[in-house]
């Protein structure tokens, strides 16, 4: 009885075992660890929890495109005027997004080598 009263609890939860492990990729398993949920186990969205994965990821998107801006207008005090190298490397920034701002910021900001 206590066991049958404990199983019943457990599937009426919002977290139940996964068997799938690829349904959920970085950015979910990243927001369900923000909720407090162990991202190994399977969780019920809901409404409210795909408008801030939404916003997550528009979030996401902005910071790569915002490195590849960055990227693409420095040229290293007039070093790099090749639209091809720029071109790729804003590529390359918008691949990396937020670890492109900290090194845009530690060597191109602080070391003033964009101009």
């Known amino acids: 009885m206590i ?24 950015v979910k398993s990243l927001y369900l660890y923000m909720i407090g949920y162990n991202a190994q186990y399977y969780y019920n969205f809901t409404i ?3 408008i801030f994965l939404a916003v997550i990821y528009m979030t996401t998107f902005f910071i790569s495109v915002g490195a590849a801006y960055l990227s693409f207008t420095c040229t290293w005090n007039g070093i790099v005027t ?8 804003a590529i390359f920034a918008f691949m990396l997004g937020p670890i492109y701002i900290i090194w845009y910021f530690l060597v191109n900001y602080m070391g003033k080598m964009c101009g």
């Open 48 to 50: 409210k929890d795909y």
């Open 82 to 89: 090749n639209v091809y190298l720029r071109l790729f490397t």
């Open 3 to 26: 066991l049958a009263l404990y199983l019943n609890k457990f599937l009426a939860s919002k977290e139940t075992f996964s068997s799938n492990e690829n349904d959920k990729d970085g």
